[in-house]
């Protein structure tokens, strides 16, 4: 399958995130932890009179978002630590983010630092995972790799650091935001047109792959019980794991 398509992946996250958005004519949007562009395409698209800039930590990725964006004059792609980077300060009227914020390892910095580029009043939306034991695709690849449920808890990086309400709204407000909100969000996730494609997918996961060097004995044995996993859920559209996520808005203060 070579690179994991992540636009494939959580497509029907990107609906839930764009209606909730709601870019205008005049907005002025930051994308943290844009990938290979596509949110910050369709909020460039809307923003006519405005911009968008998309940051990542991944040049492979945002090289690919630039390649898309050729023709979208209102755009810029970036580079960047969103925890650290020197922002313009209240430069944009709209903070995004699809599954970017709960990779950072220190929050409290990165929202403080996120909220300072925001303008006074402007929103932040993000996407960001339940608990792990809420994720089918997490559950299904535990049985299969490791005959056991996922551990509970989470660290600062973690793809699961934002999954409490508390943790959230914790942070938010004591870095610049209030009216912090969290909507359920379930919809399933997307791993590949036929199984073996989506055992692709997931064997480039670190939770995969990590488990599969826990013990090398068994490897081949836990392929096989990953690929019966694949199978089993392999519908008419390709292989679908359910999931939930929390879509958080909050306003700058």
Request: hydrophobic share 45%; aromatic share 8%.
């Amino acid at each position: 399958m070579g690179d994991f398509d992540y636009d494939a992946e959580l497509r029907r996250y990107d609906r839930h995130l764009r209606e909730a958005a709601d870019v205008r004519p005049d907005d002025h949007v930051l994308d943290i932890g844009c990938g290979t562009g596509q949110t910050t395409r369709a909020a460039a698209r809307r923003a006519i009179r405005g911009s968008a800039l998309g940051v990542d930590l991944s040049a492979p990725m945002l090289a690919r978002a630039e390649r898309a964006a050729a023709d979208v004059p209102n755009i810029r792609f970036a580079q960047a630590d969103a925890q650290i980077h020197p922002f313009q300060m209240a430069a944009f009227t709209l903070g995004l983010s699809r599954f970017g914020t709960m990779f950072f390892e220190d929050p409290a910095a990165a929202f403080a630092n996120i909220a300072r580029a925001l303008r006074p009043g402007a929103r932040l939306l993000q996407l960001v995972w339940q608990e792990r034991c809420r994720q089918e695709w997490v559950t299904a690849i535990h049985r299969a790799l490791a005959e056991a449920d996922p551990p509970d808890g989470t660290a600062p990086g973690d793809a699961f650091s934002l999954a409490e309400p508390a943790t959230v709204r914790s942070v938010l407000t004591a870095n610049g935001f209030a009216d912090v909100a969290l909507a359920d969000v379930r919809e399933p996730v997307w791993y590949g047109p036929d199984p073996a494609s989506a055992l692709d997918a997931v064997l480039q996961l670190r939770e995969a792959s990590d488990l599969l060097a826990r013990d090398p004995s068994e490897k081949d044995r836990a392929l096989a019980r990953l690929r019966a996993e694949m199978t089993e859920h392999h519908g008419r559209d390709g292989v679908w794991f359910d999931a939930r996520a929390w879509l958080v808005t909050a306003r700058r203060t």
